[in-house]
């Protein structure tokens, strides 16, 4: 087998090849750049997925719980519908811990699960049974949250609006609150103004 003889002005124009497919992928294959694409959107939406992970737990530090709540050796959290987190919601089961205790998740739940809940997450796929969905969770000393739109004027407890840059604004119920013997602190209200 002969040598592979590249010197000179072949040397440098591979050279300049090989620095140009290095800073411009795309020009080497436009498959690899959509996966790359790809691949930075799906980090994108994990971290903002974690970020809103962070709120939910974040809002349970401002809630009192009834001495009558779930007695459980864990804080159960619950997602009625759709699992809008993703895998960052799992990556805090058993891991995170709320009111000293190991937070376990448990998600797409039927409304009569809730009754085993400290907090029901309400999903947006769940936006159009709204009314009907928080008529089943009343009458338990459960927190209920969600980002749908108006969903504490229906009589949720915690609805948090999201900004582009992952800012969360925070609008409580708190007589939605009181009537399932719950406190909302008025510092959670306070911290997203």
Request: hydrophobic fraction near 45%; glycine fraction near 6%; aromatic fraction near 8%.
């Amino acid at each position: 087998m002969g040598r592979l003889d590249i010197s000179g002005w072949r040397a440098c124009a591979l050279a300049s090849l090989l620095a140009v497919l290095v800073a411009f992928p795309s020009f080497a294959s436009p498959a690899l750049a959509t996966s790359a694409s790809r691949a930075a959107s799906m980090e994108a939406l994990k971290e903002q997925s974690t970020i809103r992970v962070g709120h939910l737990l974040n809002i349970f530090k401002f809630v009192t719980w009834p001495e009558n709540a779930v007695k459980s050796e864990r804080f159960v959290l619950c997602v009625l519908g759709d699992n809008p987190f993703g895998s960052s919601l799992y990556d805090v089961d058993g891991v995170q811990m709320v009111r000293d205790k190991p937070v376990r998740v448990v998600v797409d739940i039927s409304p009569d699960f809730a009754k085993y809940c400290h907090a029901v997450y309400v999903s947006g796929s769940e936006a159009n049974r709204l009314p009907a969905r928080l008529k089943e969770l009343k009458g338990r000393p459960l927190l209920t949250v969600s980002s749908i739109e108006g969903f504490a004027d229906a009589g949720g407890m915690v609805e948090l609006r999201y900004e582009r840059d992952n800012r969360v604004f925070i609008r409580g119920n708190p007589k939605a609150a009181e009537a399932e013997s719950l406190r909302i602190s008025s510092k959670l209200l306070t911290l997203s103004r």
